[in-house]
């Protein structure tokens, strides 16, 4: 069983930073796309990024490419995203997620493995 565990969320203020990471445990980490996505209250969830089990390709939305940057580090079994230049826009519970392929896939339909979200507020 796969288990995903995100940290890192919080308050900060406009123009702020944040780091988030998601600790991966119970399967072959290196094997599967981590993707980042965000649910607003009111809207529905929505794909941030994503990254290949090499590190070797990324994905981003429109909406924060330039400011966010997801990472892997494989022998931690753990997913970052990098998250600079934040906007009240970006106020969200964060969700990270597998998929068990070796594309960069947008659609959260195709992830297998979820975690419980992590709280990120901007504050304007």
């Known amino acids: 069983q796969v288990q995903l565990k995100e940290s890192g969320g919080g308050l900060v203020q406009a123009g702020g930073s944040l780091r988030l990471s998601c600790a991966v445990s119970?399967?072959?980490?290196?094997?599967?796309?981590m993707g980042w996505f965000r649910q607003a209250p009111g809207k529905e969830r929505e794909f941030v990024a994503a990254?290949?089990?090499?590190?070797?390709?990324?994905h981003y939305a429109d909406s924060v490419k330039g400011r966010f940057t997801i990472s892997r580090d494989n022998a931690k079994n753990t997913v970052y995203l990098q998250m600079n230049s934040l906007e009240p826009e970006d106020t969200a519970v964060y969700y990270c997620?597998?998929?068990?392929?070796?594309?960069?896939?947008?659609?959260?339909?195709?992830?297998?493995?979820w975690g419980q979200g992590t709280q990120v507020t901007v504050s304007s």
């Open positions: 990254i290949s089990f090499s590190g070797g390709s990324t």
């Open positions: 997620a597998g998929d068990y392929t070796t594309i960069t896939r947008t659609n959260s339909g195709y992830y297998d493995y």
């Open positions: 119970g399967r072959i980490f290196r094997n599967y796309v």
